[in-house]
Each structure stands twice: as C-alpha cells, then as structure tokens.
Nanobody, 123 residues
Framework: VQLQASGGGLVQAGGSLRLSCAASGRTFSRYAITWFRQAPGKEREFVAAITSNLGVTYYVDSVKGRFTISRDNAKNTVYLQMNSLKPEDTADYYC?????????????????WGKGTQVTVSS
C-alpha cells in the first residue's frame, strides 16, 4: 500500500482543515489507518486511527471533540477533519497503515507511511 497525505496549509486559530490520505492498492480496505503528527523539535505522536472493516475510531485526548477521522474504502481514502484548530496543532501530519489492530497508536507497528503534509495554525 502506498499512501499520500494532502490537505495541509496555513489557517488561523479556530479554523478548519481536512486532510486526506489517498492509498493505492487493492487491499486498502484491509488496513487500519493512523494519523500521526510531528511538531518541530518534538517526537512524532499519535493523533487518530480508524480500523479497517468496522471503522472504529480512536483519538488522542487533545483532539477529541475537534478532529474526526473517517474512511471511504470505495475511494481508497481516509480523511481527518480538523475543526477548532489551535496553534499547538501545528505540525507535519503523516498517515500510516497497519494490519495490527491492537497497536494502532504505535509508530513501530505501522507497515507503510506516507509523506507528511504541513499544518500551520496561526494565533
């Protein structure tokens, strides 16, 4: 599976962005997809994940109620809708895939990574 993240940009605090993670390959629906982010000088951290078949979602506490992850298997795409953005959401955002449903939050469990898309939230 090859992944490509897009949709980043510059937005004011309180604004919204929708990130997309487009995948190639016929087996996309078998993979859970996780979004991570990495701010300058910080470790890459888990943001949100969605499982393959049932679409169960998981979020880091800091984005709950503001971000929504969803997937469209017919389009081989996962979305991350980000609302009420804050300056601390500024980071490069990466999508990754895994078949290990028990380790969706772990970078080490990811099988494939896409290149990041930059999100900058101004105050």
């Amino acid at each position: 599976v090859q992944l490509q993240a897009s949709g980043g940009g510059l937005v004011q605090a309180g604004g919204s962005l929708r990130l997309s993670c487009a995948a190639s390959g016929r087996t996309f629906s078998r993979y859970a997809i996780t979004w991570f982010r990495q701010a300058p000088g910080k470790e890459r951290e888990f943001v949100a994940a969605i499982t393959s078949n049932l679409g169960v979602t998981y979020y880091v506490d800091s984005v709950k109620g503001r971000f929504t992850i969803s997937r469209d298997n017919a389009k081989n795409t996962v979305y991350l809708q980000m609302n009420s953005l804050k300056p601390e959401d500024t980071a490069d955002y990466y999508c990754a895939s895994t078949t290990n449903l028990g380790r969706l939050r772990l970078k080490s469990a990811m099988d494939y990574w896409g290149k990041g898309t930059q999100v900058t939230v101004s105050s």
